[in-house]
């Protein structure tokens, strides 16, 4: 398999190698891992909310009413730092 990078990346990629004294190749193997790992969680993480939100576990908000409640939440936390 061949792998293209951009330049700003490849230049990350060849300062990990001097910095680490790994190699390209295992480098970027567990980059890939890592990614898909948190790929994975992710998607699991999501269909679990999914599930929750079908089977009525969980009520979803409306999106006005998550912002007010994250202003209000902000407010509380400006006052309290006053």
Known sequence: MEVHLTPEVEARLNQLVIETGRGKDELVQDAMAGYFDELV????????RYDDVKSGTV????????????RKK????RNSRA
């Open 74 to 77: 902000s407010e509380v936390r």
């Open 41 to 48: 969680q992710t998607r699991e993480m999501l269909d679990s």
């Open 59 to 70: 009520k979803p908000i409306d999106g006005e009413e998550a912002l007010a409640r994250l």
